[in-house]
């Protein structure tokens, strides 16, 4: 019998430098998506340079020496201050009843012309229209009675002058006593008849205060204008004076639309380039590309300690039915050329840079401006004066041209990239 087969177990061994399947598939992804994740950051990285600029809004900066009035507008000559405020009427009234009542007829609406004198609105009057009737009942039976009293004074007198005579012709037919009573009871008539003359006066003078208490219930106009809004309705109660509750005060108000200005708050530091007579150059938020002609009528001789303000009055001289009241607007105020005696040389005018105020920043006490230049942020101090008409003058530190960052950036930083918004 044979010996069975011995089994060859040399080449039974473990390879332990080659893994398993699975564990390379597993490592083939784990290489692949750690070469994504480096692609994708470094597409990240590349693109943030490129294109991380932040959009900003930016002004272009230029001078206003020698500036023409633009638009059809403003004369010539440089601006010298520019201010902002508001259009009213310099003749503008909250037209009320001189006594309370309730509104019976309100006879005008917004945008209604009225002439001085027209009746804009009348209250419930029927009491005050019997009184004025009675009054005149009074009155015309005060003059009655006058009329009666007068003639029995004449009778007296007649009498009087009868006795007298009688006397002076036969003594014997008529006393004395009776020439004496009979002088007494005329002089009595008189009495009577002053007196009643009294009672007449009085009753006249009731009726002209029933009169007047009636010709108030009548609101009329103090002066020639356009009714701008209305205050009341029919039926409410008005009164010279609001006492709360449901009582109102004016009935309309109302405006001389001849007498539109323009009322504008400067700031201190630049009242001295601002004189009565001044041209200047007006133009409203409502229309921005279109500029009106004004003058300064008024510098107002006070200041706001508050607000380090001057109020000045300017007068529009292009009249124009576009212009309403309250509308906001922006005034340049000119500052015409100096002239020149012959031969001599033109006065060379130094250049005034104004820039809108948020253009300035303030920085460790300075003033700064950014500029932006080739894409990038630049820091640079400047001289500013102080706000005016939310602009604010260059003294130095600028030339005209740069662009300065207005907004789009809270806190620049230098050579931050930025990119202009379209």
């Known amino acids: 019998m044979s010996a069975p087969p011995v089994a060859d177990l040399s080449k039974l ?16 992804r784990v290489l692949w998506l750690a070469a994504a994740a480096v692609l994708v950051f470094a597409v990240v990285i590349l693109v943030a340079r490129r294109g991380g600029a932040v959009p900003v809004q930016v002004v272009t900066v230029s001078t206003t020496t020698g500036g023409t009035g633009a638009g ?30 309730r509104l019976a007829v309100l006879s005008v609406s917004e945008g209604s012309a009225v002439q001085k004198g027209d009746i804009i609105a009348r209250l419930d009057n029927a009491d005050y229209a019997a009184a004025v009737g009675q009054a005149e009942a009074q009155l015309a039976s ?4 006058l009329i009666e009293t007068q003639s029995d004074r004449d009778q007296l007198k007649r009498e009087f002058a009868r006795v007298r005579d009688i006397r002076a012709q036969n003594p014997n037919l008529v006393s004395q006593q009776e020439v004496e009573n009979a002088e007494s009871k005329v002089q009595q008539g008189d009495a009577r008849v002053d007196a009643q003359q009294a009672r007449v006066d009085a009753a006249a003078a009731g009726l002209r205060v029933a009169q007047a208490n009636l010709e108030n219930t009548y609101i009329r106009a103090p002066f020639s204008g356009t009714v701008l809004r209305k205050e009341a309705e029919v039926g409410e109660v008005v009164a010279p004076s ?3 509750g ?43 590309d279109t500029a009106f002609r004004g003058t300064v009528r008024q510098v107002v ?23 309403l009241t309250e509308m906001g607007a922006k005034v340049e105020f000119l500052q015409a050329a100096r002239p020149v005696a012959a031969g001599a040389a033109q006065p060379v005018e130094r250049a005034r840079i104004m820039v809108p105020a948020e253009a300035v920043r303030t920085a460790n006490g300075r003033d700064v401006v950014w500029i932006v230049r080739d894409g990038r942020l630049q820091s640079r101090d400047v001289d500013a004066g102080p706000v005016s008409g939310n602009f604010r003058e260059i003294r130095s530190g600028l030339s005209g041209g740069e662009q300065l960052l207005v907004a789009g950036v809270e806190t620049p930083k230098q050579g931050q990239r ?5």
């Open 246 to 288: 449901l009582t109102r005060g004016a009935v309309v108000t109302m405006a001389d639309l001849a007498t539109l200005e323009v009322e504008v708050d400067v700031n201190e530091a630049y009242i001295a380039r601002i004189q009565s007579g001044q041209q200047a150059r007006i133009t409203l938020d409502a229309y921005p």
């Open 301 to 323: 001789p006070t200041a706001d300690r508050q607000r380090a303000t001057v109020q000045v009055k300017v007068a529009i001289v292009d009249r124009d039915p576009r212009i």
């Open 242 to 244: 609001v006492g709360g």
């Open 418 to 422: 930025v990119k202009l918004s379209p």
């Open 142 to 145: 005060a003059k009655a009675t």
């Open 72 to 101: 059809g507008g403003g004369g010539s000559g440089s601006v010298a201050v520019v201010a902002n405020g508001y259009v009213v009427a310099r003749t503008k009234a909250a037209v009320s009843a001189k006594i309370p009542g």
């Open 13 to 28: 061994r473990i390879n332990r430098d080659d893994p398993p399947p699975a564990v390379k598939r597993a490592l083939g």
